[in-house]
């Protein structure tokens, strides 16, 4: 019943964050998960839910997933006493944005029996009009304004000002 010793900065660069060496992120509705991917590369230990969209963390050896309470007890309290695992060189290959980009592509592409089938569906369509509406709602100050209730950051209004500047 004693309180974990934690401290909970909120929103900060994580290169400011190289003397901690365990990340939790006990979300289950976080579909990226950057920023375990992000700690994981740091070569942090991280403490997340046996989740479909942990599946890809699981690999890593930093990686300590919990199914319930005492589990996640159990792998806190180990990695609170042994150093994370340095990244092997394999490993480190899996976060660059080459391999993301490769596993993307490998996750997005289809056959031609499903866009066949997607064609005679009139699926083709839909999906053209879904990428001109996610197009055009995050430019320009519309999008700023939606990047910002949502929490993220500007673009519109950043690259404007910075052609300012020149």
Not at 27 to 39: D, G, I, K, M, P
Not at 110 to 122: F, K, N, P
Request: charged residues 20%.
């Amino acid at each position: 019943k004693n309180p974990i010793p934690a401290t909970f900065p909120g929103r900060v660069d994580h290169a400011i964050l190289k003397d901690y060496d365990v990340f939790i992120n006990p979300s289950l509705s976080e579909v990226l998960c950057t920023t375990t991917a992000e700690a994981l590369a740091m070569g942090k230990f991280v403490i997340i839910p046996v989740h479909p969209s942990n599946t890809f963390f699981m690999q890593f050896p930093n990686c300590l997933a919990y199914r319930n309470k005492f589990e996640f007890s159990s792998n806190l309290h180990w990695a609170l006493s042994h150093d994370p695992a340095p990244l092997s060189l394999v490993e480190r290959q899996i976060f660059t944005w080459e391999a993301a980009s490769e596993r993307l592509v490998q996750a997005s592409a289809i056959t031609r029996l499903e866009a066949r089938d997607r064609q005679l569906l009139g699926n083709i369509k839909l999906d053209e009009r879904i990428a001109w509406f996610h197009n055009e709602i995050g430019k320009g100050a519309m999008g700023d304004t939606l990047r910002r209730l949502l929490g993220v950051g500007l673009i519109f209004n950043e690259a404007n000002s910075d052609i300012g500047k020149k």
